[in-house]
DNA sequence: TTGTAAGCGTTATCAT
DNA sequence: ATGATAACGCTTACAA
């Protein structure tokens, strides 16, 4: 742990010169040997004799050397940093999603910007072409407010990836989840475990592109595929998905004339407010009714019973779209099999996670 | 919008020379006067005449400028980046806390990267201590591994700003949140509307400092104040803080044999849980039993009643620490009041957030 | 294998 | 009020 003073290898220092940080110039001086051959140690050039090698670490430990990282995004045009733009960073799927991009981030050599645009549309536009300095190399791209109409603001002339499913275009690299095919596969399972009078919650009426217009179709392939007639009474819209919102969306249907057996809510915290609304009835979830989820949120197990959700398989989207991102950063023709001139598109698969609220299959 | 091929100000150009980013000079070039004027107009330098700085702008705007923040780095040995170190992004409580620095951070011109330790002392250390380039100003440090016995850890040669009750020490800058207070006000607040027998969960025994100690502490003071005998049998101990942990010490508390009539949850999740297995039984809350928890996070108020909850003052947390680190960094001797050679520690006020899982006073 | 030297795009010190 | 010019610390041709 070195000397108790002299603490690791520092990070910036302070302008004031309280610390004048070691340059090249000295360790090349203190090793006796050239500026070039530090660098080469330094970035672990092939070409160096080993005794040099040893020379040059020496000096670096013992004058508690620190690349400069400004010089060297000088010197390369690059910063290693990117950008992560969401709405907010205090709901649970975005707090995931930027730990997940973050963590691969990180394997990488990248450093991650998170960038709440706050439900704005200002924000979001801002995020892409602000005077953000060119501080990033690259923009990840999570849209809650612009939406299809919007789709010249993503021609920007920097590394761009955009996920999601709010904007679809062939002019930028994307990587979305599978919505449609997340609900039709919730919707089905509680079809096939015994559920023949399934509601759904937290729909926006009219929506086609976004969340909730997409799971809402999911959900209504579901019933056509498996032959059930759809039925207008067990659609419960919500504007909002919070918690409050499911409670009340569920407690709509249950004093509806149409009592479901089996739920899907649109998102997680719905789904926990309709067990809720379910329970305080009196009723058994899942033996009175079932429920099920989306997004698979990290506080969907410790519900009681644990919910059965879809995992929108958010670990792939971030792998994914800081892959992508990076290569297009190095400049990379060739990106995920996609040539030169064209943009990459894929579709992460979700999975269904069962747990205690669904009844199992028949 | 500009034209359709020239998007906005751009941010980094790709290395691979897609795009030639402009520079000072060329700007300079094209006002016809010298780069040190660019610069001053750039900077808001005040002694520009009207005349020059339209000029300038002009040019900017024209060629589509945008200053190179490597160079500006470089030269001004600052990098406007900041270091967040936390356990988990992906806990509600440091991912508000994380939203909020990164506000915070926003006002001052500042830029943030959420480093998220996972539960790691490696991690936590190696955020301290690691060849972390200097790209960052300076560090705000949330604990959780480390703890007193690690106090040089935190002597480090960057301005850094200790938040959290895990340690603490006068060497380094410390804004911290009233646990013991906030406790003590939750605990006093469920005697005061009447309840007689009041139990805590989420205990972590023999612990002294860190938030479960310390709110345990407060638990404590508030009884001795008001009179009320201390009963071991009310005492709920929980390892973690999810909602399932609020289930189940909360069953076992209902299944004991001295029934509480109000219970003061260590934070929100386990109060969530705790309502649920009340309301499971055929409860009410409060009418039956008054639960109110701590952290007062985004959801406590979606749960059903709503939650009444401390709130640790988040928002004054991010605000002094990041004005502290940014003082430290400018070099200010006089940083929130304290000469120099001295170092900050502040408080934050915790508050009482009251909705309806409690009684209304007496 | 290693050294020399020319920038990268800013800001800041002088002059003027 | 503005201009010429020297750093800032690094990478990388090009030379040796």
Request: aromatic share 4%; glycine share 10%.
């Amino acid at each position: 742990m070195k000397t108790k003073s002299s603490n690791g290898g520092g990070l910036a220092k302070s302008l004031d010169g309280a610390t004048k940080s070691v340059t090249m110039r000295e360790v090349a001086q203190a090793a006796g040997v050239s500026v070039k051959t530090v660098s080469n140690v330094v970035n672990d050039y092939e070409h160096v004799s080993e005794a040099t090698r040893r020379k040059v670490n020496t000096a670096i430990e013992k004058l508690g050397y620190v690349v400069n990282v400004s010089a060297r995004n000088l010197r390369l045009g690059q910063t290693g940093v990117i950008s992560l733009v969401i709405p907010d960073l205090q709901l649970p799927y975005f707090a995931q999603l930027s730990s997940l991009v973050i963590g691969e981030a990180k394997k990488l050599g990248l450093h991650v910007i998170v960038e709440p645009t706050l439900y704005s549309r200002e924000g979001e536009i801002d995020a892409l072409h602000g005077s953000r300095q060119n501080l990033f190399d690259g923009v990840i791209f999570s849209p809650l407010e612009l939406g299809q109409e919007d789709v010249d603001q993503l021609k920007v002339d920097y590394p761009l990836v955009l996920i999601g499913e709010r904007i679809f275009t062939n002019t930028v690299d994307h990587v979305a989840t599978e919505n449609v095919e997340g609900a039709k596969r919730a919707t089905s399972y509680l079809i096939q475990s015994g559920c023949r009078r399934v509601a759904v919650l937290g729909v926006h009426p009219g929506e086609k592109v976004g969340s909730a217009g997409l799971r809402f179709q999911g959900y209504r392939e579901a019933l056509e595929e498996n032959g059930i007639e759809f039925d207008e009474r067990l659609v419960a819209p919500a504007g909002m998905w919070h918690r409050v919102d499911g409670v009340n969306a569920m407690n709509e249907l249950l004093d509806g004339d149409a009592r479901p057996d089996g739920v899907v809510a649109l998102n997680d915290m719905l789904a926990s407010g309709a067990m809720h609304a379910i329970q305080m009835r009196g009723l058994k979830v899942p033996d009175d009714i079932s429920v099920i989820g989306f997004d698979n949120s990290d506080d969907s197990q410790y519900l009681s019973p644990p919910l059965s959700s879809i995992a929108p398989g958010l670990e792939a989207v971030a792998r994914l779209s800081v892959r992508v991102l990076r290569d297009r950063i190095d400049g990379k023709t060739d990106v995920l099999g996609v040539g030169p001139g064209r943009h990459v598109f894929r579709k992460v698969s979700s999975a269904l996670v069962v747990r205690g609220s669904t009844k199992p299959l028949e």
